[in-house]
């Protein structure tokens, strides 16, 4: 789930715990974890409503001082758009990723099952292997910023900020406030394949 950085904060502490989108259909999963940048939320409850069924105590759940300012910021209906009301809350738990991306004891057979996820990425790819680059590139410009990194391998910013988020979801990069790094799994594996 999406949220502007004024929310994080809230979201944080546990203060903020509702959302309101209007969504032809949710995009969200209830049971489901999402990442905001305020920490892990685990949606639990989705709800079409009416304007006119937000409370003031949903306004003050979702950061607002009432249900009228709520309002008054919502975006305009839309035809097949419908307002949701989301609820969930936030997890108290670490982020499997992290633990992932922290877990630099790799073993002969966690190392083949990592290359073999990245030749599967490189095999699906639409513009050739990328995986063993893009790894190197971020190793040794730890810090830069994605769209520099994608001019240096003659790639389009976007594309390339959705391929480090694949290796992310390995385990093998962490982002930073400006860029990314390899993470101690990613840097055992390039150790032990190069």
Avoid: C
Wanted: proline share 6%.
């Amino acid at each position: 789930m999406r949220f502007t950085k004024p929310y994080w904060d809230g979201i944080g502490s546990g203060s903020i715990t509702v959302a309101f989108r209007r969504w032809a259909r949710p995009t969200v999963v209830v049971g489901r974890p999402y990442r905001t940048g305020g920490g892990r939320v685990e949606v639990l409850a989705v709800d079409v409503i009416d304007e006119t069924d937000i409370s003031d105590a949903d306004a003050i759940a979702a950061g607002h001082p009432s249900a009228a300012e709520l309002i008054a910021g919502l975006p305009a209906p839309e035809d097949g758009r419908h307002l949701h009301r989301v609820r969930f809350r936030l997890l108290d738990e670490p982020d499997p990723r992290e633990l992932l991306a922290n877990d630099a004891d790799l073993d002969a057979d966690t190392i083949a099952e990592i290359s073999a996820r990245l030749d599967r990425l490189d095999r699906a790819s639409t513009h050739g292997a990328w995986t063993r680059s893009t790894l190197e590139l971020v190793a040794a410009h730890p810090g830069r910023r994605a769209p520099d990194l994608a001019e240096m391998v003659g790639r389009e910013s976007q594309p390339f900020k959705l391929d480090v988020r694949k290796l992310k979801n390995l385990g093998l990069t962490t982002s930073l406030k400006i860029g990314y790094k390899l993470s101690p799994r990613g840097r055992a594996w390039l150790d032990a394949t190069t």
